[in-house]
Nanobody, 126 residues
Framework: QLQLVESGGGLVQPGGSLRLSCVAS???????IGWFRQGPGQEREGISCINYSGSVSRTGNSVKGRFTATRDNANKTVYLQMNDLKPEDTGVYYCAATDRYYCRGFDSGQPDMGFWGKGTLVTVSS
C-alpha cells in the first residue's frame, strides 16, 4: 500500500507564494512523483514530474519559471514551491506516485499514475 497526503494549500493573493507538501507512507515502492492540478470543470493538468533522484523531467508550460518541485526521500516528502501565483493557478493540487521514473501521460489530461493523494485546494484571489 501507498498513501499520499498533500498539504499546504490555502488562499493567497496574486503574486504570492505557497509551498505544497506531499508525504508518502506505506510499503509500496515508487519512483517518480507528479504534481497535477485540476480547476473547476477542467481535466487534470500536469504541473511537474520529479524522479527519485530529484531530477525534474517535466514542467507544465504555464508554470515554468514559477513553480519548482523538490523531494526529500529520507522523509518521503515531495514539495512544490509555487511563486508568483496567478488567479489561473487556482485549483485542487494533487500529488501522484508511479513506479516508473517518468510520469506517463503527464500532459494528456489522463495521467497514468498508480497512486493519488486526495488533493489540497489552492485559491489565488485578491
Amino acid at each position: 500500500q501507498l498513501q499520499l497526503v498533500e498539504s499546504g494549500g490555502g488562499l493567497v493573493q496574486p503574486g504570492g507564494s505557497l509551498r505544497l507538501s506531499c508525504v508518502a507512507s506505506g510499503t509500496k515502492q515508487y519512483d517518480a512523483i507528479g504534481w497535477f492540478r485540476q480547476g473547476p470543470g477542467q481535466e487534470r493538468e500536469g504541473i511537474s514530474c520529479i524522479n527519485y533522484s530529484g531530477s525534474v523531467s517535466r514542467t507544465g508550460n504555464s508554470v515554468k519559471g514559477r513553480f519548482t518541485a523538490t523531494r526529500d526521500n529520507a522523509n518521503k516528502t515531495v514539495y512544490l514551491q509555487m511563486n508568483d501565483l496567478k488567479p489561473e493557478d487556482t485549483g485542487v493540487y494533487y500529488c501522484a506516485a508511479t513506479d516508473r521514473y517518468y510520469c506517463r501521460g503527464f500532459d494528456s489530461g489522463q495521467p497514468d499514475m498508480g497512486f493519488w493523494g486526495k488533493g489540497t485546494l489552492v485559491t489565488v484571489s485578491s
